[in-house]
């Protein structure tokens, strides 16, 4: 069964950082394009980060040169470290392969 989880979420105050990870189950992520999306109260769903299967990584402006997209592959993982978070990070953030979707993990900023 094919299935992505996500984990690493959790309350923090502004400036500070989180990484969360995206652990694949059933097939190997490095043969496919991992996408970070994000939820936030009242937001629209929104793809963040992207690393393709040659590692190029794109991110949404509003988190360029704060978040870092990465794969480690022995974990089958895809990684998003988050450094100088804001209260607008606030969201469930889900990774996506294809069309199949992580369950989320939260993240909250708060002073």
């Known amino acids: 069964q094919v299935q992505l989880v996500e984990s690493g979420g959790g309350l923090v105050t502004p400036g500070e950082s989180l990484r969360l990870s995206c652990v694949g189950h059933?097939?190997?992520?490095?043969?496919?394009?991992v996408d970070w999306y994000r939820q936030g109260p009242t937001k629209e769903r929104e793809c963040i980060a992207t690393i393709d299967t040659r590692n190029i990584a794109n991110y949404t402006d509003s988190v360029k040169g704060r978040f870092t997209i990465f794969r480690v592959n022995h974990h089958n993982a895809v990684y998003l470290e988050m450094n100088s978070l804001k209260p607008e990070d606030t969201a469930t953030y889900y990774c996506?392969?294809?069309?199949?979707w992580g369950q989320g993990t939260q993240v909250t900023v708060s002073s």
């Open positions: 996506v392969v294809l069309n199949v």
């Open positions: 059933g097939f190997n992520l490095r043969n496919f394009p």
